[in-house]
């Protein structure tokens, strides 16, 4: 982060209003107002503004880190750095679970955000910053979650390494997304006692799931009922790691919802083989999870009556 840039959201003069909104700060009140985030700070120089934009997104991180865990209620949970007896370096990375992923032996959902900038939490940065929380966040999610039952953990794919004296260190065990997705399921998922577990990924996140379900796919297909995808940028058939097998269960618990002018749910073709495809309801891709929100959780429901039902024949 530039050292010339504010550390924090209102030493930047922004905050957030009730309405989980990004506003300027009123001078008069001291508390978030009625104009929006501005971008365009000066007109003659937009790598100054995209420089303080970056900066900023930084600090939205460490601030849906915090509302994690005093909104969502859940745990900051500390990966190790794998198998080493002897670490190259002393950067660790970090999920969030909920108090009972040790402990619930029913149900477990684990997010999985996408590619770029977004760390644990988020799905968009451009959506926090120039919409709202819920929409931009996996708040909405965790909280749904915790209602109808289930343990959570939020994974934090991108956190790959650490800026140290001007130099970057690979973070061991989470050196890429799918290093981190591996660690997350040897250190957490696989040590949990729950039966079921679902898995939400947008964009590259479905990616990422599907190589992890062919590095560990005895488990996943005998532990994973439900796949969510949200405009997920994978394909199966060209995908030479997915033995058939694997192919086929994936197919029979996934779901893709992508972005759509048409309405929620509506299917959408699809190639041979692969995932079903339905719409978003909304033609956005980084809009794409929040608005098959519902659709999902019901998806998710429908594929654990179905798990319940083949348990008792």
């Known amino acids: 982060m530039d050292d010339s840039f504010p550390k924090t959201l209102k030493e930047f003069g922004y905050a957030f209003n ?30 100054y503004n995209q420089r303080r934009y970056e900066a900023l997104g930084e600090i939205i991180d460490q601030h849906v880190y915090e509302l994690l865990e005093n909104r969502g209620k859940l745990e900051k949970l500390v990966l190790t750095k794998g198998d080493c007896s002897v670490s190259s370096n002393e950067i660790e990375s970090f999920i969030f679970v909920s108090d009972d992923v040790f402990t619930n032996s029913d149900k477990l ?13 988020q799905w968009a940065r451009r959506l926090i910053i120039n919409d709202n929380l819920d929409t931009g966040t996996q708040l909405p999610f965790i909280e749904m979650a915790k209602k109808k039952g289930y343990a959570v953990i939020v994974t934090n794919t991108n956190d790959n390494y ?70 997920s940028v ?50 956005q891709h980084e809009m794409t999870s929040y608005c098959s929100m519902s659709s999902i959780f019901q998806f998710m429901e429908e594929k654990w009556q179905q798990k319940q039902q083949q348990q008792i024949e």
């Open 162 to 231: 650490r800026v140290i004296e001007k130099k970057k260190k690979m973070i061991q065990g989470s050196e890429n997304p799918v290093n981190h997705l591996l660690s997350v399921w040897n250190q957490v998922i696989d040590k949990s006692p729950a039966k079921h577990i679902a898995f939400v990924a947008h964009s590259y996140g479905g990616v990422c799931i599907l190589e992890l379900a062919s590095q560990v796919e005895k488990k996943f297909q005998d532990r994973v009922f439900a796949l969510a995808m949200t405009d």
């Open 18 to 47: 009730d309405q989980g909104q990004l506003r300027i700060i009123d001078p008069n009140s001291g508390l978030a107002g009625e104009l929006p985030f501005e971008f365009e700070v000066d007109k003659n120089n937009h790598d």
């Open 234 to 283: 994978h394909s199966l058939v060209h995908h030479n790691t997915i033995a058939a097998g694997l192919q086929q269960f994936l197919c029979q618990i996934g779901r893709n919802w992508v972005s759509s002018g048409l309405p929620l749910d509506t299917p959408i073709g699809r190639p041979p083989n692969d995932i079903d495809r339905v719409s978003a309801g909304h033609t």
């Open 109 to 121: 959902l684990v997010l999985v955000h996408g590619s770029g900038v977004v760390k644990a939490g």
